[in-house]
């Protein structure tokens, strides 16, 4: 009991000890301390003031303007969806008139896809990049459409990482083994084929009820083959 009582005491003066370090650290440092503190909640509130008064009101006008360019989209007419019809913004002048916002992100999405359609596949990339969110499907997509214009570009180790990004981004059955299909089908035309091997059984093995798992036999077999020559 007299040892217990001892340490319980020791323990005691120990916290004391610290409790009187901390004291004089805040007394000696209160100047600083208190800048910080001030600098800190300036930030905090400037945040959440930019955020109320400068992006909510843009976001709203941005969803407004986007509609017409998307109608235009759904229309298949992309030039319109594009560059606006002289009365109605298109998704570039969206993309550069809001930025900050989520229209804005989602504007140089579809900026991004028209450039693929019209073959412009450096001005694709631009605006995939340009694009940034935390859409479970659309982030995946936009990363796999990059690598889709890496590989027109002739670029398919560019086009393998990008791949393999899309997969990652947001791991579930409807995207991740298309991207790692496509990552496959890269790695074949690189001539790495025990690469391509290594995906193709990922896929099998983490998504085993994909669609893209039904035909994954055929692949691995033609990879093993030509790695054998």
């Known amino acids: 009991?007299?040892?217990?009582?001892?340490?319980?005491?020791?323990?005691?003066?120990?916290?004391?000890?610290?409790?009187?370090?901390?004291?004089?650290?805040?007394?000696?440092?209160?100047?600083?301390?208190?800048i910080i503190l001030i600098v800190l909640v300036a930030i905090v509130l400037g945040y959440f003031g930019f955020q109320r008064y400068y992006i909510q009101p843009k976001e709203e006008k941005?969803?407004?303007?986007?509609?017409m360019?998307?109608?235009y989209f759904g229309q298949d007419s992309l030039a319109l969806a594009l560059s606006g019809d002289g009365i109605n913004?298109?998704?570039?002048d969206i993309a550069r008139r809001y930025k900050f916002t989520k229209s804005a992100g989602l504007a140089n999405y579809y900026a991004g896809a028209i450039y693929m359609k019209q073959g412009e596949f450096n001005l694709a990339i631009d605006h995939f990049k340009k694009f940034k969110s935390k859409?479970?499907?659309?982030?995946?997509?936009?990363?796999?459409?990059?690598?889709?214009?890496?590989?027109?570009?002739?670029?398919?180790?560019?086009?393998?990482d990008y791949y393999l990004k899309a997969a990652k981004a947001s791991k579930n059955e409807f995207t991740s083994p298309v991207f790692l299909l496509k990552a496959g089908w890269t790695y074949e035309?690189?001539?790495?084929?025990?690469?391509?091997?290594?995906?193709y059984k990922r896929i099998r093995e983490e998504f085993p009820t994909s669609n893209e798992a039904r035909e994954l036999e055929k692949y691995i077999a033609r990879a093993e083959g030509m790695l054998k020559k």
């Open 1 to 34: 009991m007299a040892k217990n009582s001892k340490k319980a005491e020791e323990n005691i003066q120990a916290v004391e000890q610290a409790l009187g370090k901390s004291e004089r650290f805040i007394e000696e440092n209160q100047k600083p301390i208190t």
């Open 62 to 67: 941005a969803q407004k303007d986007m509609f």
């Open 69 to 71: 360019a998307e109608k």
């Open 89 to 92: 913004p298109g998704f570039l």
């Open 135 to 160: 859409d479970q499907l659309l982030r995946p997509m936009a990363l796999g459409a990059t690598g889709d214009a890496y590989v027109e570009l002739g670029n398919n180790s560019k086009a393998v």
């Open 189 to 199: 035309l690189m001539n790495d084929y025990k690469s391509a091997i290594d995906v």
